[in-house]
């Protein structure tokens, strides 16, 4: 369902309000509750619920947030839960309860960018473990699929428009012990999107603890 890869071409929306139409399938009697996924630390909140009756429905959310950022619509047992980008002023979401896993995004570019990705890494990951080889040629696999998911999160990072989805995968990004590659990296990041809030912040976290190592 989750097809084109590649980075978003539409401009960030930068209005105040985001109407989000979800249309849902055999969710009978769930609660869908939609919430913000806000920077590391933060508390989650409560921004709106649905109780499901019957067997399609559709409901609307409404967001209100001067930037692109996260958010999050899932059922109470999070059976359906979709990751999304408030990136347009209306966008539809339709999903069903019994294939969980699968939604359709109408008019979000971020959101699909997003999701093809987490799609691509997830196929590449389910390959690397179903390989018939011995275990010294298994171990050589997974190595080169874990630095191959690695080289396609920088790259995504480096190039997607969205810095709502800069910022989601960004935390999949494993720089080890190589704190000069991190520090270059986030400085980068920042520079792409100087008016982002939640990047400007997780850059000066960023720098205030590299800052410990490089006055040691």
């Not at 921004?47 to 399609?56: C, E, H, P, Q, T």
């Not at 409901?59 to 980008?85: K, P, T």
């Not at 809030?197 to 040691?216: G, W």
Request: net charge negative; glycine share 4%; hydrophobic share 35%.
């Amino acid at each position: 369902m989750l097809l084109l890869l590649g980075g978003c071409t539409e401009p960030s929306w930068n209005k105040s309000e985001c109407r989000v139409e979800l249309t849902i399938e055999n969710a009978y009697n769930q609660k869908i509750l939609l919430e913000n996924i806000p920077p590391a630390g933060e508390p989650v909140k409560l921004l709106g619920s649905a109780l499901i009756k019957d067997r399609v429905e559709k409901h609307d959310f409404l967001i209100s947030d001067q930037e692109e950022n996260l958010y999050r619509l899932h059922s109470a047992d999070y059976r359906v839960d979709i990751v999304f980008i408030n990136d347009a002023p209306s966008l539809k979401i339709k999903a069903d309860y019994f294939n969980g896993s699968q939604f359709d995004f109408i008019n979000s570019p971020s959101s699909l960018s997003l999701h093809n990705l987490l799609q691509l890494i997830k196929d590449k990951m389910q390959w690397s473990r179903k390989q018939d080889s011995s275990t010294q040629e298994k171990r050589f696999s997974a190595t080169s699929i874990t630095e191959e998911v690695q080289a396609d999160y920088r790259n995504y990072v480096d190039t997607v428009t969205s810095p709502a989805a800069a910022l989601y995968i960004y935390s999949g990004v494993d720089f080890g012990e190589d704190r000069k590659a991190l520090k270059e990296y986030i400085l980068k990041l920042g520079g792409r999107f100087p008016n982002h809030q939640a990047i400007q912040k997780l850059v000066s976290n960023t720098r205030n603890y590299l800052s410990i190592f490089e006055e040691e």
